[in-house]
């Protein structure tokens, strides 16, 4: 069964240094999306992702986060300048379509953790 | 905003023994609704999911009847196995784009 994909599993960077998680969606899925869980806390949405453009973006994307789809199969989530309060468990997420009969299927996460 | 309640854990219960996990939402519109468990060391899985009012989703035993009176989404499973041992997420998708709204989770342990 196909399944999203994410590398690495566990990152561990220093503060102010670059990131870049990466996230292969489903190949027939069009709809892209990013969501962090901080340790003991929710699932929080980021950003989605259509057409390689942003289509809807939370509070928590701010001029520190970008994404892209860099080719037809890779998307990616960068943090320019990581902080402390940015470790968090990455999830990447797909979905065939958009609208309420469809459902994102995620990824196994990566495990950022900033020193 | 949208926002989901789900119950508290670590809920702990003895194989074969029936599971209540219960969830209510606020939102505006009509919301799909959704099931997601993660297991030790794993991603999020979607278990099951409901799009409309009257709605049942099942999988794997497990079921969630979308109650847009009571606005809730209580999963339930009539007997629950060792395997089933694992963090379960209420969720809401909503808007244009389908932002998904989840809940804190509920921790479950089945001991045998």
């Known amino acids: 069964e196909p399944e999203v994909t994410q590398t690495p599993s566990h990152q561990v960077t220093q503060m102010g240094q670059e990131v870049i998680l990466r996230c292969v969606p489903i190949s027939n899925h069009l709809y892209f999306y990013w969501y962090r869980q901080i340790l003991g806390q929710k699932v929080e949405f980021l950003v989605s992702f259509y057409n390689n453009e942003i289509s809807e973006k939370s509070e928590i994307f701010d001029d520190q986060f970008s994404v892209e789809r860099p080719d037809g199969s890779n998307f990616t989530l960068k943090i320019r300048s990581t902080k402390l309060e940015d470790s968090a468990m990455y999830f990447c997420a797909s979905s065939v379509d958009q609208g309420p009969q469809e459902t994102q299927y995620f990824g196994p996460g990566t495990r950022l953790l900033v020193l | 905003g949208d926002s989901v309640t789900q119950m508290e854990g670590p809920v702990t219960l003895s194989e074969e023994a029936f599971l209540t996990i219960n969830c209510t939402y606020t939102?505006?519109?009509?919301?799909?609704l959704f099931w997601y468990v993660q297991y030790p060391g794993e991603g999020l899985q979607l278990l099951l999911k409901a799009t409309k009012a009257d709605d049942k989703g099942s999988n794997k035993g497990f079921e969630a009847t979308y109650r847009k009176e009571t606005t809730s989404f209580h999963l339930e499973k009539g007997s629950v196995q060792v395997s089933d041992s694992a963090v379960y997420f209420c969720a809401l998708g909503s808007g244009g784009y389908q932002k998904v709204t989840f809940g804190t989770g509920t921790k479950l342990q089945v001991i045998p």
């Open positions: 939102a505006t519109g009509y919301p799909s």
